[in-house]
């Protein structure tokens, strides 16, 4: 079981250096990623921002939604609902670190599912790692 972050879940949707690793790691893994419900969302601002940043890319915005859509749809990650305990865990988790709360949803939720935690996001798991060993970067899945 490994909970992914949307630092790692938009490569799959967004073209990144990183999203042919990215995407290997999706085809590899689907049977066994989970994400908290947030990751819907933030993904979808992610594609969002970076179609309102440059409006030359609307087009490739709105397929990336699509894309993103499809994967939803395809079940390919295990969403949890967001509960007040989570939430609430999550707080505790960002402030101990000194981190944004969005990302402690996820180490909250593999911490929980006694999980892994994939990310692409360094300076983020060098923190979590404090408290949750499993928190892996998405370098350390490849070969």
């Known amino acids: 079981m490994i909970v992914v972050d949307a630092?790692?879940?938009?490569k799959w949707v967004l073209w990144e250096a990183d999203s042919p690793a990215?995407?290997?790691?999706?085809?590899?893994?689907?049977?066994e990623l989970w994400g908290p419900d947030l990751l819907f969302v933030e993904v979808a601002s992610a594609i969002v921002r970076r179609g309102n940043e440059d409006k030359t890319l609307g087009p490739d915005a709105l397929t990336a939604l699509e894309k993103w859509r499809a994967v939803w749809s395809s079940h390919a990650l295990q969403a949890e609902r967001m509960t007040q305990a989570r939430l609430f865990a999550a707080g505790r988790l960002?402030?101990?670190?000194?981190?944004q709360i969005?990302?402690?949803?996820?180490?909250?939720l593999a911490m929980e599912l006694d999980a892994e935690l994939a990310t692409c996001d360094v300076r983020f798991a060098d923190k979590a790692r404090q408290i949750w060993p499993q928190v892996r970067l998405l370098s350390g899945y490849q070969g």
């Not at 960002?94 to 981190?99: D, P, S, V």
């Open 7 to 10: 630092s790692l879940a938009a």
């Open 22 to 31: 990215a995407l290997a790691f999706l085809a590899a893994r689907s049977a």
């Open 94 to 99: 960002a402030l101990e670190l000194g981190h």
């Open 102 to 108: 969005y990302d402690c949803v996820y180490l909250g």
